[in-house]
T-cell receptor
Framework: GIQVEQSPPDLILQEGANSTLRCNFS?????LQWFHQNPWGQLINLFY???GTKQNGRLSATTVATERYSLLYISSSQTTDSGVYFC???????????FGAGTRLFVKA | GAVVSQHPSWVICKSGTSVKIECRSL??????MFWYRQFPKQSLMLMAT?????????EQGVEKDKFLINHASLTLSTLTVTSAHPEDSSFYIC?????????FGPGTRLTVL
């Protein structure tokens, strides 16, 4: 099956710093989403981005489908950005979604 | 975005009892919903795909008689953990898709004593 790898696995930032999270996938995909799982376990939709670039406030994402990777940019990080960031891909037909292992982010004040 | 609710948010039960978890899409209809399980500090593992009006599709290694799924309407799917044991303790999360995008419920933390 398709493999989804996220890097780095863990990241510690000083408040105000910028960061880039990466998601590589081993085969072509129809859909790709980025989620933030907060400390209470809720998964929050960040981006639906099978290709191209999107921005939402301090966050932006780029997916280069032909090269099978996606990047999530966090600028001017805040302590509330802490949590786990997941990349999830769907290959097609049946909406079966495969999650990466996640990047665990801690932003310190 | 679309809203998915889950109930209960946490439950503690005795070994041998059954626990039902509800997943509802509040502002859209979902012919397909998904049930995931998450262990501490791990990623989400898909357990089964719940299809409205038909049998659920279970992932390899997931016991269908242990985890009963019913998708009785376009807005409700239920997961029943039958004869729960301590090893079933976990965080269970449901999701529903609309317009190719998945939205997740807040999760249910199950503890089996």
């Amino acid at each position: 099956g398709i493999q989804v790898e996220q890097s780095p696995p863990d990241l510690i930032l000083q408040e105000g710093a910028n960061s880039t999270l990466r998601c590589n996938f081993s085969d072509s995909v129809n859909n790709l989403q980025w989620f933030h799982q907060n400390p209470w376990g809720q998964l929050i939709n960040l981006f639906y981005i099978p290709s191209g670039t999107k921005q939402n406030g301090r966050l932006s994402a780029t997916t280069v489908a032909t090269e099978r990777y996606s990047l999530l940019y966090i600028s001017s990080s805040q302590t509330t950005d802490s949590g786990v960031y997941f990349c999830a891909v769907e290959r097609g037909g049946g909406f079966k979604t495969i999650f990466g292992a996640g990047t665990r982010l801690f932003v310190k004040a | 975005g679309a809203v998915v609710s889950q109930h209960p948010s946490w439950v503690i039960c005795k070994s041998g009892t059954s626990v039902k978890i509800e997943c509802r899409s509040l502002d859209f209809q979902a012919t397909t919903m998904f049930w995931y399980r998450q262990f501490p500090k791990q990623s989400l593992m898909l357990m089964a795909t719940s299809n409205e009006g038909s049998k659920a599709t279970y992932e390899q290694g997931v016991e269908k008689d242990k985890f009963l799924i019913n998708h009785a309407s376009l807005t409700l799917s239920t997961l029943t953990v039958t004869s729960a044991h301590p090893e079933d303790s976990s965080f269970y999360i449901c999701s529903a898709s609309t317009h190719n995008e998945q939205f997740f419920g807040p999760g249910t933390r199950l503890t089996v004593l």
